[in-house]
């Protein structure tokens, strides 16, 4: 039903900025609760934050105040802003569409993932 599409990863500096998309597909996108994740090698997948289909978010603590997530439902697309990257916050980063309405930090819960974009933050 939904299909997910992430872009904009690539090699930053540290201290600098990414913007990633998650470009999706479906019917019911715009009241879906859709989550960022990441996973660096050898960890375990790691909440990042989500945003509602209302639009209210949430972060985990340790981006809070770098990371900004929207949504842009006319264009079918949720958007994460990063801001003063740390090299470790080298990962694979995902986008995951929740069926549910409202937000969801574990990623168990949601039903649908994207193929994950590769960020690289040098030190």
């Known amino acids: 039903q939904v299909q997910l599409v992430e872009s904009g990863g690539g090699l930053v500096q540290a201290g600098g900025s990414l913007r990633l998309s998650c470009a999706a597909s479906?019917?019911?996108?715009?009241?879906?609760?859709m989550g960022w994740f990441r996973q660096a090698p050898g960890k375990e997948r790691e909440f990042v934050g989500y945003?509602?289909?209302?639009?209210?978010?949430s972060y985990a603590d340790s981006v809070k105040g770098r990371f900004t997530i929207s949504r842009e439902n006319a264009k079918n697309t949720v958007y994460l802003q990063m801001n003063s990257l740390k090299p470790e916050e080298t990962a694979v980063y995902y986008c995951?569409?929740?069926?549910?309405?409202?937000?969801?930090?574990?990623?168990?819960?949601?039903?649908?993932w994207g193929q994950g974009t590769q960020v690289t933050v040098s030190s």
């Open positions: 995951a569409a929740d069926s549910r309405p409202f937000g969801e930090s574990l990623p168990q819960k949601y039903d649908y």
């Open positions: 479906g019917r019911t996108f715009s009241r879906y609760g």
């Open positions: 945003i509602t289909w209302t639009g209210r978010t």
